[in-house]
């Protein structure tokens, strides 16, 4: 999730600089709206800010101003379309629910979301749900919809299973293809233990290393030399001979979203190298605003265990030997 929100908030602020999206009445604004619905999180959090244009103020001043960035008066709502059900969000300070915002153009205290329990909402894959943005007088302004995407299900690798990173033959991860989910990331999370080998009393402490193996995946398997696992590895560790290591296991994940935000990134890609305009193009599913309203949903394998010959290989093998892997 994290991938996607960032790419597309980076955005959205160049849309909101851009003249297409400079609005010259007074106190004219458009909302900013990003988020997804998903079965497989606990938690529903939806991101809405404004943009507008002020003749005495740049675009980067405002992104700093709280005010000025978030709306104080305004309700959050998601219908579910199939039952007419409303479910109101409350606002909340994303830095306080562990999403804190990165440092940038944007002011990142405080960094209000609108939330909801998953819970607290019925969420069933394959129906259709509504967002709605409602002023101070209950009146909407901006509003989407979504279909929601069902959870995949991973094929290839499999919980506790032995999986083989070869310097022969390519490694692949796979899973079961999902309607309305057709864009995916795949990530890798590495569980390892490391000692400080300078004196016989320390012990192994843990240690997690995250691989981004691939983005924006139009398919559902994903095909990769196995040697760059052993690059990533080289890349992130310290080859110290006073540091002895354990290969644990590891969790894959596959993270896939709806066609919206396929249809954004196929749309800005479009527009980018050297025969481009220079100028971002305008996407958007959310009626009256920018941005986008989605669906996503994250697969996982965990316990991975890596194959006898990939851990001979970790261990004795030219590359990694000097990261003393027992």
């Known amino acids: 999730m994290r991938y996607f929100i960032t790419v597309i908030v980076v955005t959205a602020f160049a849309l909101s600089c851009n003249n297409d999206f400079n609005l010259i009445a007074d106190k004219e604004e458009i909302p900013v709206v990003f988020g997804f619905l998903s079965e497989s999180d606990t938690a529903q ?10 003749e005495s103020t740049s675009a ?10 978030y709306y104080n008066d305004i309700t959050v709502v ?6 007419n059900t409303d479910y109101n969000l409350q606002r909340v300070d994303g830095n306080l629910e562990g999403y804190v915002r990165d440092e940038g153009v944007f002011a990142t205290m405080p960094n209000y979301l609108y939330k909801i329990k998953s819970e607290d909402i019925e969420l069933v894959h394959g ?21 929601l995407g069902q959870i995949p299900q991973m094929l290839n690798p499999e919980d506790e299973d032995d999986y083989a990173f070869s310097f022969t033959s390519p490694s692949l991860v796979k899973w079961r293809e999902r309607e309305d989910l057709v864009i995916y990331d795949v990530n890798f999370y590495f569980n390892i233990k490391e000692r400080d080998n300078s004196s016989p009393t320390n012990e192994f402490v ?3 290393l995250t691989w981004n193996l691939a983005k924006n995946v139009e398919n559902f398997k994903y095909e990769f030399s196995g040697i760059n696992f052993y690059n990533f590895l080289l890349a992130e560790l310290d080859n110290s001979e006073f540091i002895d290591r354990r290969f644990v296991d590891f969790e894959a994940e596959v993270t896939g979203a709806g066609p919206e935000l396929r249809d954004y990134l ?30 996503r949903s994250t697969a996982t394998a ?3 265990k890596l194959s006898q010959k990939t851990l001979d290989s970790l261990v004795n093998g030219g590359l990694t030997a000097p990261l003393n892997f027992q």
């Open 78 to 83: 998601i219908t579910d379309l199939e039952t």
């Open 206 to 208: 843990d240690k997690t």
């Open 60 to 69: 980067f001043e405002l992104a700093l101003i709280p005010d000025s960035l």
């Open 127 to 147: 129906r259709s749900y509504r967002l709605s943005l409602l002023d101070a007088n209950d009146q909407e302004f901006a509003s989407s919809q979504t279909v």
């Open 302 to 304: 965990v316990e991975v």
């Open 45 to 54: 959090y939806i991101r809405v800010e404004r943009a507008f244009r002020d």
């Open 266 to 295: 196929n749309v800005i890609q479009a527009n980018t190298g050297i025969t481009s305009s220079g100028e971002l193009p305008t996407f958007s599913n959310i009626e009256n605003g920018v941005g986008v309203f989605s669906t």
